[in-house]
């Protein structure tokens, strides 16, 4: 294809944009729990259900991380969202069926979803 | 197409790939899909990072995690506990010492805090052979506003606002160089990209080159649309295989997205670039030299003026510039001229980027802004001396430039002070020299390489510089006279007034600055016929101590022309009639008991 115009390129950029959208830093970051005692309550699942959710809505530039056990095993899976500028909030025994409610609530709309808030820190 | 989470970026670069950074890179993929991650995690090879030291490097985003010497056995572990369970491998991070905690992430490094990344702005950030990846960082977009929005007055005007002076050596401002040739009237212009890096030790433009190298194609035809130039060639040394090679898939998708070839982005300018592959010669690198290269002559510089802006390659009006400078002219047209002038000082504006090497902790290649003094980029990039020995001097500007002392280490980084200096900018080699350098043996070295570099062609240069490489020899050897140093001191002078080009201009700037501040250990060699450093081997000789020697024999064993003699009994002595110097009895004794002196 030839780019003939600016919109042409700018097209390619928005894609090419999406491509690359995990190396840029200052956005929203979920942080799950993937520790063994995550792993072993499914924090897996909740992993794939988040990114099946942010491309189904198409959200690129929320950045998905890992980390490991943070000593609090019992309310494992445990998911982050910090969004730039707001204090990291933390979700605990959190299900596949409770990501795209945190999705759309807390990413989306920036309400928390307190039913599942265990924690707060800035 | 699937949201990948992660990126995992394995350097490609040349020092990365000979430390195995491919099969680093295979062995990802491999994991990946072993542990079914391979939907969810990204593999990209970048170029250079600039710490090919600890190479080879892999970063994984989102978290910026920097590892350090990943072998191919680490890569199970770096799947399996980062990837898989979040859990950053600690052994793989960098540790500044000892004494220090390891660095996570990549802002945190020392090495990258100070510096300001312009002309490398996409080097081990995105993939060199996906265009995309350089779209999706601004690219080709300054071309656009070129094409769409701007005169080549204009953009002209917006590169002499600048600041930008040439970074191939000679620090001519861009600008103005663009002007003149755009003045020059003809049915055919050419715009160069001199990627021949002569300088021993430099790889700057190498690692552009491979690290992005459509950011060099950018700027080539922002330029000859500014100049009226249809076509372009880059001049690379045939040693750079790699970035040829990513050179080539650069240019054959710009081409394909209508980005380089005929009737660019719809308009009616058009550019092509063609690569020509040198020799490796160094005075190839002198733009009237290399010119004559491309022809097809030998390649040997031709008098000027008429400069190339009238009268260069075939006889067209050209204009050639360095790697790095055509790196810097897509952020300047994106960001303007008066951005980039924000940046340095006086009259040295925007940043250099230079290779570290030597005694440095952390050797490798750091873009800082001008001003910054040498102190800051010896001892908080490069971490200071190995092993903390004492700084001695500092050599700038490779075979064209000199040596500076430590009475230097606070001079500012710009094109006067160190000219004033007695050294150059030049195209940013820096090599650090610690107290075990010898600075006769120093200037030895880079002129042994001018004089061999030497195309011949000018009396003055091909006689002169061999004379001044007699001389040094003598000295080094203990044969030198007090005349000696006068005479070297005079040839030094004529050799730099009288040469034809660059080449043999600047050749003598290592003897002269060596002279002028390391003279003491010239008149040592002569007078005392000692080397203070202990480098020169003619000078030096390795004693066995009776009373450490253990007499394991040891050395015997390892001297490659058995000149140690000794057994169970009696304590080895060295046949100093035979020996070579080559260091190894004092490397392998394990109780010290040899000394050089
Ligand atoms: C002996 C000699 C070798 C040179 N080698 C190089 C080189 O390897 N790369 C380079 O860019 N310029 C080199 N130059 C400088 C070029 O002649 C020329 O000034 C430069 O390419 C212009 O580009 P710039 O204005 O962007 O620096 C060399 C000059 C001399 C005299
Ligand atoms: S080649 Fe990998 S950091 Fe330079």
New binding site residues.
Partial sequence: MKITSLEDLRKIKASATDQTSARSEGKTRIIIGLGTCGIAAGARAVMEAVLEELSKRGLKDVSVEGTGCIGMCQQEPLLDVIRPGEPRITYGLVTVQDVPRIVSEHLVNGRIVEDRLIGRAD | MPTYRSHVLVCGGTGCVAGGSQIVQARMKEELVKKGLDKEVLVVQTGCHGMCELGPIVVVYPEGTFYTRVQPDDVKLIVEEHLYKGRVVEKLLYKPSEKMESVKHYNELPFYAKQHRIALRNCGYINPDNIEEYIARDGYQALAKVLKEMTPDDVINEMKTSGL????????P?GM?WEFCKKSVSDKKYT????????PG?FM?RSILEGDPHSVLEGMAIGAFAMGADEGYIYC?AEYPLAIKRLKTAIAQAEEYGLLGRNIMGTNFSFEIHIKEGAGA?????????MASIEGERGM?RPRPPFPANKGLWAKPSN???????ANVSPIIINGGAWYASMGTEKSKGTKVFALTGKVKNTGLVEVPMGITIREIIFDLGGGIINDKAFKAAQIGG??GGCLTEAHLDTPVDYESLTAAGAIMG?GGLVIMDEETCMVDVAKFFLEF?QR?SCGKCVPCREGTKQMLLTLERITRGEGTMEDLDKLEELAVMVKESSL???????PNPVLTTLRYFRHEYEAHIREKTCPAKACAALIQYIVNPDLCRKCGLCAKNCPVTCISGDRQTPYVIDQSKCIKCGTCLEVCPFKAIRKE
């Avoid at chain 2, 050639?320 to 055509?326: A, L, Q």
Wanted: charged share 25%; aromatic share 6%; glycine share 18%.
């Fill in positions: 002076r040439g970074r191939g050596g000679g620090g001519f861009t160089k160069i990209c001199n990627a021949d890096e002569g300088d430099a433009d040394r160094f005075v190839c690198g002198e733009e009237t030299a290399l510089p050639i510039n360095n790697v790095e400078t055509w075979p064209s195209s001018t570099e080009c660059g080449l043999g201009q600047t050749a």
